[in-house]
Each structure stands twice: as C-alpha cells, then as structure tokens.
C-alpha cells in the first residue's frame, strides 16, 4: 500500500468516522444487541435485533436520515437529494449475526454506510440523488431455513412461501414479522422499483486471508460465487444402546459419518470449489440411544452455478447410495440456491478508482462468501468493497477489523459516491 493521501473529497474526520464505526459494532457486539451474553447471536426478528435497530434509527438520525423500517423488518435511512424524491443509490449490508460470530461481518458495513452520509451531512453537500443505508434483517439464514430473505424483499425477488418458515421456535416467520412490529407494512411492499434504486454499495469484511497477506487494507470484489443450501436426512430404526448387536442395527450415524467425508471428497477434488456440513443433529439425541434419525446440513459453492449443481448432485448420488448399502432411508432437500453474481462492470471500475485515489493499490478479488449484494443485482447495478480481517478469520467471535483499514473504506466510499455523483445523469447510449 502507497501513502494515504487526502483530498478535498475526503469526509473531514475520516479516522474518527473508522473508529466510530468499529466501535459501534464492538458496541452491538453485548447484550442487549445479542441474544446470548457469552457469545454474539442476533438472528433476525429477536430481540437483540430490535435493540440493534433502536440504537442503528438514533445514529442515523444523528447522520441527517429520515428513518422507517419496511415490510420485511429491514431498517432504511435515507438521505435526500438536492430533490426530494429523487432515486436512491443504496449502501447497505446485513445487521444479523451467525451463532457466536464476529461483530463485524454484516454490521460493519452498514455502519459504514451511515459514516458516508455522516460525512455528507456535515459537509452539507446534497447529491443529484438520494443515499440510502439499509440494515438487512436477515442474510445469514440464522433463525430460519433460508438465507438472505430481507435483500430478496427489497429486490422484489422474495418467495411469499418464506412467510410460512418455521424457526427452531416452531414461530412462522409472518408472526415473527407481527411480533417485531406491529402495524409493519405487509412484506412485499418492501420490493423497490427498479428506477427508484440507482446502484447498491455493500463494504464487507473480507473474511479471508488474502488482503492482509498483501498488507491492503481494502480491495475491489469482482463476483460473489454460487452457492446452495441442503438439508439432508438419513433414516433407520431407534433403538438400545445396549441391547442391539452391531450387525442388526439400521444406525444412520454411521451413514451420516460416510457423507460427511463424501461431501469432503466431492468439493475437495476442484479448487474454488468448498463444502461444509455446519449442522447436525442425532434424533433423538441421547447418549444410550442409537438414532432413529441424523438430519444434517450441506452448503455447496463454486464460481458458477454449473460448477456448483454438478458437485451438489454427486453428493446427493452419494447419500443416496450410502442409504441403498445400509438399507436407511434419506432425503436431500434443497434449501436455496443461489447463482453467481458479478458485481458491475462500470461501478466496480469507479469502485477502483475511488480505491487507488485513497492511496491504496487495486486489488481484484472475488468473494466466497454470500452477501446483500448478490440478491440486490437483480434490481440494480453493485460494487462490492472489501475491508481485510485479521487472519481472514470470520463466522467466529475473533474477527477483528481495523479502525484505519475502517477509514480507508468510508474514504473510498464517499470518493465513490461523489464520483458518481460528477457523472450523473449517466449519459444514454443511444439506441440502435
Ligand atoms: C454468509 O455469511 C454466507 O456466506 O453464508
Ligand atoms: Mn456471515
Ligand atoms: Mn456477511
């Protein structure tokens, strides 16, 4: 990395505008904003995701944005134009959290988001467009099957089945929504209309090793990969743990052990692509009891769709087989799927611009992981911007972030938006 330079686009007090903004993750990071006090859990629609809300309207506020949360429980500040009503360019990522996960994947990128308009607001500059920063409720699938329902409200892309989604609770997610908030409009009001949303910005955590192996504090996402999510299920007899001889048992533990490894075998023959199994259960779960039952998770991703469903139909062969052989039953059920996404081509090379004009060399690389912004291009053109992380290690509480990496971003951000701004109206490319 070059020096860092400054510019008369820079936000005045871009350090404290990084400081502020890890602190007040670190400060989401406890109880009340998390479920559990031992660890960070803040699943959508919980109360820790309410009292994350409480405290995200009030620094909005204080950054000169309107607030209101639509119908999927998302929450949006918006920053008007020099016109009020005019379309929104969005910033936004996700305010839920994985079981003990980091305080930063998610939160820390929309904290970001209110630090640009901070900056704009105390500069009392106004743009040809609105900003908008959304808190996604849900991305990381963590009360309910699926993931990443809130950007699908919003992109209009939602399936209303979601709705009818059971959480471990055994609460469906339409009453979930009633209990957050009542009165909230219904949830497919949320979906925007297309030209009401110029471009959507998500800054993230890396959450990988790359950028803190090339001493860069943030790099320039190209594409996110594709990725799906199973729910699998090996079936035999429940039985004693004490009395049953080993050769007359239907034990799916066994199976469910042979899977695991084949999904370790399967996703381990490709690079770029990765499988994990997260989730497992025995049913019904005692120590003198062999199962009747495992049900266990698979989550499959590759840099195409293609890639993805050739490895994801292999294991569901394999589990299959494994079941045929130990005379179990099984069922591989898909949860999701979602396809890459290329981040667009025009912002992405603004992106890089405002990038290498905070003194920072251009790093491309692409994300393994899910984010808001996948969803959101099906309704507008994204960028994606990456913040290293210490170690790459993410989905776990030693995440950690740095407040002038966290600087450089919101410099990168506002140079971006601004730039954006100069060149607006984008001009047409004549038909034909
Ligand atoms: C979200 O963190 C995902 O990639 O699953
Ligand atoms: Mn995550
Ligand atoms: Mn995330």
Redesign the pocket.
Known sequence: MTAATHSSHDPLSATDAGERAVARCDALGVPPYSEAADMLFRPYLSSAHRAALEALSAWMAEAGMTVRMDGAANLIGRYEGRERGAPAMTIG??IDSVRNGGRY??ALGVMLGVEVVQALHDRRSRLPFAVEVIAFGD??GSRFPTSMTCSRAVAGTADLSVLDQWGPDGVALVQALADFEPGLPPFSSAARRPGDVLAYLEA?IEQGPVLEAEGLGIGVVTAIAAQKRLSARFTGMAGHAGTTPMDLRRDPGPAAAEAILLVERVCGAEPGLVGTVGRIAALPGAVNVIPGEIVFSIDVRAPTAERRDAAAALIGAGVAEIAARRGLGQSVVVDQALDASPCDPDLTALLETAVAGVGVAVRRLPSG?G?DAMVMADLCPTAMLFLRCRGGISHNPAESVSPADAALAVRAMSRFIEALAESWPPTQTPPG
Do not use: Q, R, T
Request: proline share 0%.
């Open positions: 990522s996700h994947d998610g991305e990381e993230h992981a984010h």
